[in-house]
């Protein structure tokens, strides 16, 4: 019987929980019980934007277990612990600025055959169309006291950070649109310039929640600034969407 020795065993395929091994005698398969822990939950259905495209929105934020998932890999530099004894997998993963977002969507999508990303702002507002309030007539008109008006009409309501699924949803099964958390999105805010800017270089990004507004790229705590019109968001966290599955 011949000896099979390291140099005679070529690792084939790897991916899926399943590793295949070629030998001198042939394709052994070795499985394992894959882990998709990390993989997103998504809404029942996808979304039909205005020209009928479809997206497929996660159903909830990402939570502080799935985002942990992602620091015990190595690819996210932010631990996140739940507040008092919340359930990690229930609670959405919040404190994060555009940054931190940036390596989650690193480091799912080099472990996923999907390609997941930020909605746009666009995208953003209109899955949560249905469950949002319309937005009240202004109490000033001039466009100087813009900020005014929003601080004033604004409901300061649902700031405290609450489990998943507490919130309205979609028809579309999307949960939590309107609830205490302003996703971010991928659509650049460049102020009153219309100069184009690279992500990569871009000062500030749209958040949507209660209202639209932009924070600066390296936020988390949008109560200690960087909100560049109305009432600063409560937290900051994100929802990912993709055009296949």
Known sequence: MKTITANHIKPILAGCGVLAVATLFGVFVLTRAPDFAYLPEMAERPVLMPDRAPIYVQKYEV?????????????????????????????????????????????????????????????????????????????????????????????????????????????????????????????????????????DRCPAFFVGGEHITAMSFLVRDPARGGCAVGTPPAHLGMRLVTEAL
Request: net charge negative; aromatic share 10%.
């Open 63 to 199: 939570s502080i277990a799935e985002w942990n998932a992602c620091h015990a890999a190595g690819g996210c530099s932010l631990l996140l612990r739940p507040p008092g004894n919340v359930s990690a997998d229930e609670t959405p993963a919040t404190g994060l600025s555009f940054v931190d977002v940036t390596e989650y969507l690193n480091w799912i999508n080099g472990n996923s055959d999907v390609t997941y990303r930020l909605p746009t702002l666009i995208e953003w507002e209109h899955m949560a169309a249905p469950v949002l309030p319309e937005t009240p007539d202004p109490i000033f008109t001039d466009p100087e006291l813009t900020w005014a008006s929003a601080y004033l009409m604004e409901p300061h309501t649902k700031r405290t950070l609450r489990p998943r699924g507490s919130f309205d949803t979609t028809s579309e099964g999307i949960a939590d649109l309107n609830g205490s958390v302003w996703e971010w999105t991928m659509d650049c805010y460049t102020g009153a310039t219309e100069r184009q800017i690279t992500p």
